[in-house]
């Protein structure tokens, strides 16, 4: 789950980008009775590298990071955990051009591995770049549904508006 308000729901603000990362896996750099810190730093090396996030210093606080390497690090580290089902809530919001662009292909290559994406989005381009399907949905109801081959920016626009019209 990469929720869409990345500062209040999925980092810690407080700690490095290496302790946001690697969180959900201290298990595996546990040994005895405490956390294994070369492992858990080449660990996040690694993965700050792999996905290109800047800059690299694993030992900075992420809440000086921008906001796009932010999210970059909250991707990581979701899609580190190799999940069945990736859910996404807004993952551009708020990141600039370059780590949108970033972000896209780091989502349609999970898909590719093998991964079910789900997104939720209010950005017509996203969603028309990433989705083979696409639910338009207006107060908690489905409103209109498109099927790969329908699915354009300006065909989810006209029913989004359709939809507001609506109700």
Same mark, same amino acid.
């Given at each position: 789950m990469?929720?869409?308000?990345?500062?209040?729901?999925?980092l810690w603000l407080?700690?490095? !980008?290496?302790?946001n990362?690697?969180?959900?896996f201290l298990r595996k750099f546990w040994r005895l009775?405490?956390v294994n810190?070369?492992? &858990?730093?080449?660990f996040?090396?690694?993965?700050l590298? &792999?996905y290109?996030?800047r800059p690299?210093?694993p !030992?900075? &606080?992420?809440?000086k990071f921008?906001g796009?390497?932010q999210?970059?690090?909250?991707?990581?580290r !979701?899609l580190?955990?190799?999940p069945?089902?990736l *859910?996404?809530? &807004?993952?551009?919001q708020?990141?600039d051009?370059?780590?949108?662009?970033?972000i *896209?292909?780091?989502?349609?290559?999970?898909?590719?591995e093998?991964a079910a994406?789900v997104?939720?989005?209010?950005?017509?381009e996203?969603?028309a770049q990433?989705c083979?399907?696409?639910?338009?949905?207006?107060?908690?109801?489905?409103?209109?549904?498109?099927?790969?081959?329908?699915?354009?920016?300006?065909r989810?626009l006209?029913?989004?508006?359709?939809? !507001?019209?609506k109700?």
């Amino acid at each position: 789950m990469v929720p869409g308000n990345r500062q209040r729901d999925a980092l810690w603000l407080d700690a490095t !980008a290496s302790e946001n990362l690697t969180l959900p896996f201290l298990r595996k750099f546990w040994r005895l009775i405490r956390v294994n810190r070369s492992r &858990e730093r080449r660990f996040a090396e690694e993965t700050l590298r &792999e996905y290109s996030v800047r800059p690299f210093r694993p !030992a900075l &606080e992420i809440a000086k990071f921008s906001g796009g390497n932010q999210q970059k690090v909250v991707m990581a580290r !979701a899609l580190r955990q190799n999940p069945g089902v990736l *859910l996404l809530h &807004e993952p551009t919001q708020g990141v600039d051009v370059g780590a949108k662009k970033e972000i *896209l292909s780091l989502v349609r290559q999970a898909a590719d591995e093998g991964a079910a994406v789900v997104v939720f989005s209010s950005d017509c381009e996203e969603v028309a770049q990433l989705c083979n399907r696409v639910h338009i949905m207006r107060y908690g109801s489905v409103t209109a549904t498109l099927a790969e081959g329908e699915i354009s920016e300006d065909r989810i626009l006209a029913l989004s508006q359709q939809s !507001a019209l609506k109700k």
